[in-house]
C-alpha cells in the first residue's frame, strides 16, 4: 500500500462524524455554508504552517518516510503528502465538535444505527471471514482486523440500512418488525440512514482493495453487490423467488469466500464441499424464514420463495437444504464430517412446521426465534470443530 | 541523555501551552466544553495514532534518529514526541476552528443589525 492510498483511506474514515451525526450537518443553509468556509479557512492556516514547521523538521532529521513511499512532489522540504494530516484534521474534528453539541442527540441517532445493523447478525459475517482467513493465514494482521470490523458492523449496517429504507412499505404492515428481528424506522430518518449505510463502509473498502489483488477485489465486489442487490429499489432480488435465497445465502458465505481468497488458500475439494455446504444451509434457512411473513408479504404484494410456492412447501424445501448441506460435509476431510451432525437441529427446528399451511404461516416465527439461537450453539460447536482441526 | 534530547519534546510541550493558553483567554475549546473537548481530543489523537499505526505496519513511515529526540519509544517507531504533537496539532485545529467560526459569526451579526444571533459553531 503506498502512502497516497493511507490517505485516501484516513480521509474517507474522517468523514464519519458527518456521516454518522445528525447535528454536524443540521441547521439553516446560511449557517452550514459559514461553517465551509470556516473550515477552508481554518486548513489553509494549517497547511502554510504546515509546510514551514514540517520542512525545519525534516531538515533536522527528525522524520524519514521510507522507499518509494512518496510522490516526490515537495513544498519546500515538506512531502505534499503531509498536509493530508492538517485535511483529515479539518474534516475529523470539527465534525465531531459539532455533531457532538447535543450530546444526546448524537447517542438516540447512533443507537438507532446500532439497532438497524442487527446486532444480533454482526456475528453470522464477521465470524466465516475471521475464522477463514485464520484458519488458512495462521496469523493476525492488519487485513484479519479490519475485515473483521468491516464485516462486523459496517456490512451490516449496509445490508439493513438499505433493507430497512426500502422495505419501509412492507415493514408497516408487520408486526414483527421493531425488535430483536428487525428495526422499523421513522421515513424522517431515511436519509440520514441511508447516508450511514453508505458512507460507513467506504474506508474498510479502500483499506481491504488496496491491500488486495484483482482477484480479491471482484470477490468483494460480488459480496457487495448482493448486499446492495437484495433490497435496493431497482433490483430487489428479495422479492425474485429463488434468487432472494441464493443472494441471502451470499450474504453470509461471501465473507468466508473473500477471507480464503484474501488469504490465498487453495482450493480443495473439501474447501469446496463446506462452502457449498454452507451456502446451501443458508438458502434453507432464508426460506425458512420466509414462510412467518407469507401473508403480510402478500397483503403488502412484495414477493418471496415463500409466497410463491407457499408455505408448506417452502418448509420441506428448507428441509431438503439442510439434509443436503450435511451430506456435502460428509464428503470432506476430517473433521468436517463430525459437522455433518450439525445440522440435525436445524432438521428437527422444522418438524413441528411440515404441516403448516399459508393460513397459519405466523406460527414459523417460533421457529425462526428457535433458530437465531440455534445457531450461537451451532457456532460455538463449529468453533470447536475448527480448533480441533487447526490443531492437526 | 542530556538537556538537547528534550530540545524537540519541549517545543512541543511549549507550543501546547501555548493552545492552553489561547483556549482559556478566549474560551475556544476545552474552556468552553470540557467533555465534548475531552471527547473531540481522544478521538482525534486516537485516530492519528491508528494512521500513523498503519503507516508503520505498511513501512511507509520510519522514525528518524536526532540528537534533539528524548529516544523514549511508546512502540516501535512511535516515539513519544509523536504523541505530544498530535495532541498539538488537534489542539490548534480546534482552537482555529471556533476561533474562526467566532469571528465569522461576529462578522455577520454585525452585517444584520437587528443584531440576529445565529448558533455558535
Redesign the interface.
Known amino acids: 500500500m503506498t502512502y497516497g492510498a493511507l490517505i485516501l483511506v484516513f480521509c474517507t474514515l474522517a468523514l464519519l462524524p458527518w456521516a454518522l451525526l445528525p447535528a454536524a450537518t443540521s441547521g439553516p443553509e446560511r449557517l452550514r455554508g459559514r461553517t465551509a468556509v470556516v473550515m477552508l479557512t481554518t486548513l489553509i492556516v494549517l497547511c502554510v504552517l504546515t509546510v514551514v514547521f514540517d520542512s525545519l523538521i525534516i531538515s533536522a532529521g527528525f522524520v524519514e518516510y521510507g522507499a518509494g513511499a512518496l510522490s516526490g512532489i515537495r513544498l519546500w522540504h515538506a512531502p505534499v503528502e503531509d498536509l493530508s494530516y492538517v485535511l483529515a484534521g479539518v474534516l475529523l474534528l470539527p465534525g465531531l465538535w459539532r455533531g457532538l453539541e447535543d450530546p444526546r442527540r448524537a447517542r438516540d441517532h447512533l443507537a438507532m444505527l446500532v439497532s438497524t445493523s442487527r446486532p444480533v447478525s454482526w456475528v453470522n459475517t464477521a465470524y466465516p471471514f475471521a475464522a477463514a482467513y485464520l484458519l488458512t493465514e495462521h496469523r493476525v494482521d492488519d487485513l484479519l482486523v479490519v475485515g473483521t470490523i468491516f464485516f462486523l458492523i459496517p456490512y451490516n449496517l449496509l445490508m439493513y440500512g438499505i433493507n430497512d429504507v426500502f422495505d419501509h412499505e412492507s415493514d408497516l404492515l408487520n408486526p414483527r418488525k421493531g425488535g430483536l428481528e428487525g428495526a422499523l424506522v421513522d421515513p424522517s430518518r431515511h436519509r440520514g440512514i441511508l447516508v450511514a449505510s453508505v458512507v460507513c463502509p467506504v474506508p474498510f473498502v479502500l483499506y481491504l482493495l488496496f491491500s488486495g489483488d484483482v482477484v480479491d477485489a471482484v470477490t468483494l465486489a460480488v459480496s457487495l453487490f448482493a448486499v446492495v442487490a437484495y433490497s435496493v429499489k431497482g433490483l430487489r432480488f428479495k422479492e425474485k423467488p429463488g434468487l432472494d435465497s441464493a443472494t441471502s445465502a451470499t450474504h453470509f458465505v461471501s465473507p468466508m469466500i473473500y477471507g480464503l481468497v484474501l488469504a490465498d488458500a487453495t482450493w480443495t475439494w473439501s474447501t469446496v464441499a463446506v462452502t457449498l455446504a454452507f451456502f446451501v444451509w443458508g438458502m434453507a434457512s432464508q426460506a425458512f424464514g420466509a414462510v412467518q411473513d407469507v401473508r403480510a408479504d402478500r397483503a403488502a404484494g412484495l414477493g418471496s420463495i415463500a409466497t410463491v410456492v407457499g408455505s408448506r412447501r417452502t418448509v420441506w424445501a428448507a428441509l431438503c437444504g439442510y439434509l443436503a448441506a450435511g451430506l456435502l460435509l460428509l464428503t470432506s476431510a476430517w473433521p468436517g464430517p463430525l459437522a455433518a451432525f450439525l445440522v440435525l437441529p436445524y432438521v428437527v427446528n422444522l418438524v413441528p412446521f411440515l404441516r403448516i399451511d399459508d393460513d397459519s404461516c405466523e406460527t414459523a416465527n417460533r421457529g425462526w426465534k428457535r433458530f437465531l439461537w440455534i445457531n450461537y450453539v451451532v457456532g460455538f460447536a463449529v468453533t470447536m470443530l475448527l480448533i480441533y482441526s487447526a490443531w492437526d | 541523555m542530556n538537556l538537547l534530547n528534550f530540545l524537540?519534546l519541549g517545543a512541543l510541550g511549549f507550543s501546547l501551552v501555548g493552545m492552553v493558553v489561547l483556549d482559556a483567554r478566549f474560551r475556544l475549546f476545552f474552556f468552553r466544553a470540557p467533555?465534548?473537548?475531552g471527547?473531540?481530543m481522544v478521538?482525534?489523537v486516537a485516530?492519528?495514532l491508528?494512521?500513523d499505526a498503519?503507516?508503520i505496519?505498511?513501512?511507509?513511515?520510519?522514525?528518524?534518529?536526532?540528537d534533539?529526540?528524548s529516544g523514549l519509544l511508546l512502540a516501535p517507531e512511535l516515539p513519544v514526541?509523536e504523541v505530544v504533537f498530535l495532541t498539538f496539532?488537534?489542539y490548534?485545529?480546534?482552537n482555529?476552528?471556533?476561533g474562526?467560526?467566532r469571528l465569522?459569526?461576529r462578522r455577520?451579526a454585525r452585517a444584520t443589525p437587528d443584531g440576529h444571533r445565529?448558533?455558535d459553531?
Open positions: 524537540h467533555a465534548r473537548a471527547a473531540v478521538v482525534g485516530f492519528f491508528l494512521w498503519a503507516g505496519v505498511h513501512g511507509i513511515f520510519l522514525h528518524g534518529v536526532s534533539m529526540d514526541e496539532l488537534c490548534l485545529t480546534m482555529l476552528y471556533t474562526l467560526s465569522a459569526q455577520a445565529g448558533t459553531a
